[in-house]
């Protein structure tokens, strides 16, 4: 039997803005006479997500990612529609669902600042109310996931952003929640912080089977940990399939680079095939798969002149995702 | 029962996070204290001069200055000692979108937001209210129990009436500036003796800025003895968390949240 953590259903937010005419004369006018326009976050989207699944939830800036993952947190009262979230509505049931969901939003950290990460990680004990026993068991399992046991007397504000970002992450797992929403967990890391991240995200949702809702623009994090992608823009949602049906329907596009055995005297030119790059004993080559096949290619290149190595690859998936965000 | 020992335990927690995160800088918690502790001092010896230079001043004399004193600053400092966000940042967390941060703890939301900063400043109001206190001359068991009784309510109205004036920008916007305005007005008033007052003037302090209720009030109950008068404020406190209760709650649903980054604890 399915046993689904998240149903939305026609799920809505729309917020009053107030507009003002640019410069002193709008603010003054402003003072008596406020317009305000209605805009729309999230514009009814129904979608539903599994235990153990790991889902990225993507979208460009303003495409209602961060206001849906509010709305199922219990931040924000939605406009119109329904959610469930491990059976609890999150806008009613906010501290009942509190206690299974952990939440780690990138740019609002939740560690004291001034202060060592076990103090919030104490603090975190109190505010779920956990035992003090597990808590302590539970603290070492995650100082070894992450490691992190070096870091954690240091005051926050001392340490790096990629560090700083591995304690947050540990401490909303402290109580064990059934769900993680991140949101931007990897921004501003760099790739080995990122890397460390995603294999102990991985092994969390391995060892424990925590459903994992993430947003990302990182396509990195995507491909490496989310085997689901649901898109969202203006608001809608046009997108919901496996990352894999994601690859195969927008990768129509293939890159070859070619490594000769002999230099290149001429350009060099295959029909349907465009050169992106030529070097004396290498080309870099893209085609779209509509309009010849692979084999067709590799043949070509080959009876044109001995090889030495072939790699053929599909365009990165944040390419893919760009094409799909300026539909 | 259960419930509230969780709650009581994690407040516990949540000030001592609080206090040792105020303590992380030694010189500026020291100073702070200090620094509060003339302020208030100042204030006073202005009150001494004025005093033996008039007397009386409409039923008010020296001693009634010092009592007054004592419970206004004692009342201000156990307030907004661990519920320094309200007096400060409430206005501001909400016009920001920053409550964000508290909503997806399962806690309660307005004692986790109340007691998340400390003004480490009050300690010196504290110290400077139990220090007047002992030049009032009133240290029968009653007047004592009553100046404390009295300056607790005063802290509960205090800290009910920020968290009124911060819960504005649920329906104002930024009314960070408008909610530190009005506190800071109800400690003005509430420092000055209420019979100065009268009028539509004296008619604020009961009510839009309620200064008498942590100022004059709690005088008239410790000088007088007067239960009536405390069951008054009894019921003045529990009026103005009801509307702080209201005016929050029922704001909370229109919390817009923000795409501000970082909020530092």
Known sequence: MRDVVVHVNGLAKTFRVKQKAAGLRGSVRSLWHTEEKEVTAVSDITFSLEKGEMLAFIG???AGKSTTIKMLTGILYPSAGQ???????????????????GSVFGQKPQLWYHLPAEDTFRLFARIYELDMGEFQKRRDFLVESFQIADLLQTPVRKLSLGQRMKCEIAASLLHRPRIIFLDEPTIGLDVVAKQQIRDAIRYLNEQEQTTIFLTSHDAGDIESLCKRVVIINHGRLIYDNSTSALKRQYLRRKIIDVRFAEPLTAPFVLPCVETLKQGTYGVKLEFDGREIPVETVVQQIMAAQSCQDITIADPPLEEIIREIYKK | MKRIQA?????????????????EYRASFISQIVGMFINNGIYFVFWIIFFNQFGTIRGYNVDEIFLLFAIVTLGYGLGFMFAGNTRQYMAY?????????????????LLHVIFSKMIVSTVGDVAFGLIAYSFTGRFTLV??????TTAVLAAIIFVGYSVITGSLAFYMGNA???????????????????????????????TVIPAAFVG?????????????????????AILVWLIALFLFYYGLRRYESGSAINVNI
């Open chain 2, 216 to 236: 004059s009030v709690p005088v008239d109950i410790v000088r007088n003895q007067d239960g009536r008068l405390l069951l008054l404020l009894v019921g003045a």
């Open chain 2, 93 to 109: 967390l909400v016009a920001q979108g920053r409550l964000d941060y508290y909503l997806v703890f399962p806690r309660n939301l």
């Open chain 2, 143 to 148: 007047e004592i129990g009553l100046f404390l």
């Open chain 2, 7 to 23: 709650e009581l335990i994690f407040l516990r927690a949540l000030v001592g996070v609080n206090l040792a995160s105020a303590m």
């Open chain 2, 176 to 206: 960070q500036y408008a909610s530190q305005q009005m506190t800071n007005a109800m400690l003005t008033f509430a420092l000055y003796p209420n019979s100065l007052f009268s009028g539509a003037a004296r008619m604020m302090l009961y």
């Open chain 1, 60 to 62: 460009p800036n303003g």
């Open chain 1, 83 to 101: 959610a469930s979230v491990l059976g609890y509505t999150p806008w009613k049931d906010r501290r009942k669902l509190g206690y299974h969901v």
